[in-house]
């Protein structure tokens, strides 16, 4: 015959909450310092927090207790005591001289400007070519002959006063466009 397990345990409400219920009394009872330093990354062996060391000084520390103290120490910053003690410790025959102070760059003199590369120059192009010429070569072209006709007029003595005031501006019309046939 099988032993019967008591109706409370029957219940399917309990029994569903029990594994649950279990899962969170475990997880109470988990260590608070539980951090992953490396989140993103799998690791090949899960950390272990409450192995004790015995380091060479014969104290029994946990993990988690190193840990605080490496972090407790990086948290701190260097006074210039203990860099001294530290580079003395590492040079033993070192005499009382501070270590020698580091220089930025470099300890050769800069180069002389002349022997360096010089960028190229531009080659120097020529204006585009002025239209202007053409301009006051056509305007030349079509003012000479009507400048002719008054002139031939003039000296047979058939233009007015007005008419020759039109001859005037119009021969200088066509020395401002450069012709050379221009009085």
């Known amino acids: 015959m099988t032993p019967h397990p008591p109706p409370l345990a029957r219940h399917p409400v309990v ?8 899962l969170l009394a475990a997880g109470a009872c ?15 062996f899960p950390p272990v927090y409450n192995q004790t060391v015995v380091p060479g000084g014969g104290e029994r520390r946990t993990w988690s207790q190193i840990q ?3 972090s407790r120490a ?3 910053p260097a006074t210039p005591r203990q860099t001294d003690d530290r580079q003395i410790r ?15 760059g470099s300890s050769s003199p800069p180069p002389d400007p002349a022997a360096l590369p010089q960028p190229p120059r531009p080659i120097p192009v020529p204006p585009p070519p002025s239209s202007q010429s053409a301009t006051d070569a056509f305007k030349r072209d079509l003012i000479r002959p009507e400048v ?3 002139r031939t007029d003039d000296a047979m003595g058939r233009l007015d006063p007005l008419g020759q005031r039109d001859l005037m501006r119009r021969e200088n019309d066509l020395r401002q466009f450069g012709d050379p046939l221009a009085r």
Request: net charge positive; glycine share 2%; aromatic share 0%.
């Open 15 to 22: 029994s569903r909450l029990a594994p649950l219920l279990l």
């Open 148 to 150: 002719d006709r008054m």
């Open 90 to 104: 590492r040079d033993p025959d070192s005499t009382d001289q501070p270590p020698p102070k580091r220089r930025r």
């Open 68 to 70: 605080a103290e490496q």
């Open 30 to 44: 988990a260590p608070s310092d539980l951090r992953d330093d490396n989140p993103g990354r799998a690791q090949a």
């Open 74 to 76: 990086d948290s701190k």
